[in-house]
């Protein structure tokens, strides 16, 4: 089982990276997380998150429920430790899209799991990107470039950087990123001791 974690510094299109990265990858399945962020037009309960209230999300966290969590633009996200649970008893990859301080909690509690950094191709492309959203203020444009300078800070903790340039180029950069994780010798356990059980 490879364990996937993605994160990246905000405006550089991770969401639509992961989103292609599954479609493309049978094996792989979104690790959903919780979340005391409200739905979004077109989000379901249980596909993209499970949303819960801030009671619920901190009773959780009491219970130890949670192998990370983070507060993120005042809200609050977190993987259940059941989220990984599932996919290891039912075969398969788990792809985690995390802010930074939750890829790195993932990394410390899965030292195994492959993490990747998704980069803007300049900075000057994040602060278009940021722009482009909608009509934010520029108080609001100025706030996500500082956390995106930020989230940037931790980029040497990961293992892999990518580009996000083109997004076709960025996609195939991911695919192969996981296909190698899932060759590793850790991740081929069971084939070896298949092989060696008939020997
Ligand atoms: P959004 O509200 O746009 O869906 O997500 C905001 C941020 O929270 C994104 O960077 C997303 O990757 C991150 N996020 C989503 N789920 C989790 C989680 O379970 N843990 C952590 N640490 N971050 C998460």
Redesign the pocket.
Known sequence: MVLFIMAAA?GTG?STLARRLLAAEPRLRLSV?H?T?RPRPGETEGVEYHFVDRAQFEARIAEGAFA???E??G?L???AHAEIARTRDAGGDLLF???V??AAALKRAYPDAVSVFVLPPTMAELERRLRGRGTESEEVVARRLAAARRELGSAETFDHLVVNDDVERAADDLRAILRAAGLRTASRRALLDRLRATV
């Open positions: 905000s991770k997380s979340t962020r990370e969590w983070a993120y633009a809200n996200y977190g993987t899209d995390v802010e301080v939750g």
